[in-house]
């Protein structure tokens, strides 16, 4: 079946730094891979999303590139802040599926 | 424009016990997802609703029911209720099925 795999947490980075957080993921065909944030006692919002081999998602600082031939969409922001503190999360949905898969979340900390 | 909206925030039952929560989706949005977190996981899926009729179901047992109303907002139902129901339910909409879903804040269960 369906899953995700993400670097184990937490991750602690002074602000400033450079943040990557690994995430690779297997599923049969092409699926639509995503990264949402949960910061502390909130929901999910969706960060970035990429739909395709070779795109690339980004928002706010964040970038992440779907790379079919090694089965990866890393997370990676050249400069964080105190304000990225959060949980994020990688995640797949294909094509005549209806649900999202989730990996287990990565928390990042960043310290001033 | 407002965002997934769900009821009660929190709520606190006992074991047994039977619990309603309410979700609201983003205006324009008919399909509406329930997901189920657990504390220091990822979200897992348990339903997805679209235009009234279920078209998924992740693996809950059947003490989990949920429905559609024609305004496009839902219900989750657990009953008897265990103490390993304790978590964060997340409601998500989107336009249709298979596009990009939007989490709301979630509603915090605990079982007693």
Redesign the interface.
């Known amino acids: 079946g369906d899953s ?1 795999t993400q670097m184990e947490g937490p991750v602690t980075l002074s602000e400033e730094a450079f943040l990557t957080i690994n995430c690779t993921y297997t599923a049969t065909g092409y699926p ?1 891979l ?1 990264w ?1 944030v949960q910061y502390p006692g ?5 960060l970035l ?1 990429a739909t395709k081999a070779d795109d690339k998602g980004s928002n706010k600082g964040f970038e992440a590139t779907y790379r079919k031939e090694t089965t990866s969409f890393h997370l990676e922001k050249g400069s964080v802040q105190v304000s990225d503190s959060a949980v994020y ?1 990688c ?1 797949l ?1 294909r ?11 990565t928390k990042l900390q960043v310290i001033p | 424009d407002a965002g997934v909206t769900q009821s009660p925030t929190h709520l606190i039952k006992t074991r047994g016990q039977q619990v309603t929560l309410r979700c609201s989706p983003i205006s324009g949005h008919k399909s509406v997802s329930w997901y189920q977190q657990v504390l220091g996981q990822g979200p897992q899926f348990i339903f997805q609703y679209y235009e009234k009729e279920e078209r998924g179901r992740g693996n809950f047992p059947d003490r989990f029911s949920a429905r559609q109303f024609p305004n496009y907002s839902s219900e989750l139902n657990v009953n008897a209720l265990l103490l390993g129901d304790s978590a964060l339910y997340l409601c998500a909409s989107s336009p249709r099925t298979e596009d990009t879903q939007y989490f709301g804040p979630g509603t915090r269960l605990t079982v007693l």
């Open positions: 995700v639509s995503f949402y909130e929901g999910l919002q969706l999303k999360f995640a949905s094509r005549g599926y209806q649900k999202v898969t989730f990996g287990t979340g």
